[in-house]
């Protein structure tokens, strides 16, 4: 019988392969193989091959359960469902910056219960389950507390649309003024994990979907954060803030008057 760590455990194995399969092949100067939403949405060989690792794995152990990959979409039906991102911050990926990461987190009933991001190039894997904690490297993981707004490093993102850029930039000069400083990493599942280990304060983000925030929003909540959209709604594609509770409301008392969830 699996257990939540018994699903985390296997999402850390399967990420950690994914990974070591690109670690291997990444071509100097990945190539581009199509694009998306817009021109700079890129998807390369290496992310339909990870995601494809990733399916041949999940189906070998677990054949019943359902999965949904950011390349490949929906499969299957079961009460268990594999979320993958298989190349979580392409653009990172493509350019050889350090954060891109493999993200697969395992849904329960539609609760995700489990989770691991391994960010490839630092050597991390941070792993989840629910009600058991968050971990990186056999420490237990605590997200910063008692930071106050105008002394946290808040991480955030881009979407590839210049409209939803745009507000996203109007946004952001009412966020600066008010924060220590800005981050963009370039990956939301790694931005997560930042917040799961103390290394930003807080995150928010519109546009990133199920499959990048998934097992990384676990890490967090795990590490101790909430996670959430804005007046008591839940977390999604709309936007996704995250910190630890106190920062987390004063976060989005910040944005809620800046109208974030809107596009140009
Ligand atoms: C990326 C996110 C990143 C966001 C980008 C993009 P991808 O995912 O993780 O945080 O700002 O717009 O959505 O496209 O690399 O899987």
Redesign the pocket.
Known sequence: METFVTFAQLAEEIAREAGEMLVAKRPARPEVLATKSSPT?VVTALDRASEELIRTRIRTVRPDDAILG?EGGSTGDGRVRWIV?P?????NFLYGLPDWAVSIAVEIDGEVVAGAVNVVPRGEVFTAARGEGAWLAGERLHCNTGVPLNRALIAT????DAGRRRVQAEVLAGVLPAVRDIRRG????A?LCSVAAGRVDGYY?R??QTW?YSAGGLVAVEAGARIGGLNGRPHGPGLTVCAAPGLFEELCDLLAPLDPERDA
């Open positions: 949405d950011e991102d190349i979580d911050g392409t653009v993102g881009f979407g590839y370039g990956s939301a599942a931005d983000e546009g990133p990048d």
